[in-house]
C-alpha cells in the first residue's frame, strides 16, 4: 500500500491510502477521495485546477516536467513548491508526502 496525506484547503489533514500498482495520478485519487477538484482539462496538464502544494516529501518526487511548469507560471498562487496533481503518478515516491490542495473550491 502506497501512504501520503492529504491537507484540505480548510486545513484538515487526512491519510490517504491506495494499493501499488493501481497506475493512477494523484488527481484521479483526490477525486475518488471525494476532495473538491475540478481536474477540468481531465488530466492533461493545460488547466491548473488540480494544483497542490507539496509539504513534506517534495525531495522524493519526479521533476516537474516542461509542460508542467508552464502551466504553473501563469497561476498567481503558485509556489516552489507548486505541482500538478495530474502529473504525479501514485508510486512509492510519493510514500509518506503531504499534499495541501491549494486554490479556492471548484
Do not use: W
Not at 97 to 103: N, R, S
Amino acid at each position: 500500500m502506497i501512504q501520503f496525506i492529504v491537507e484540505d484547503r480548510d486545513g484538515t489533514r487526512r491519510p490517504v491510502e491506495i494499493p501499488e500498482g493501481m497506475g493512477l495520478n494523484l488527481m484521479e485519487v483526490l477525486k475518488a477521495s471525494e476532495y473538491n477538484i475540478l481536474a477540468t482539462c481531465g488530466g492533461m496538464a493545460l488547466c491548473a485546477t488540480c494544483h497542490v502544494h507539496i509539504l513534506e516529501g517534495e525531495d522524493k518526487l519526479p521533476p516537474v516536467s516542461d509542460a508542467e511548469l508552464d502551466i504553473l507560471d501563469t497561476l498567481p498562487s503558485a509556489h516552489a513548491n507548486s505541482r500538478l496533481a495530474c502529473q504525479l503518478r501514485v508510486e512509492e515516491t510519493i510514500e509518506g508526502a503531504v499534499f495541501q490542495i491549494a486554490g479556492e473550491e471548484n
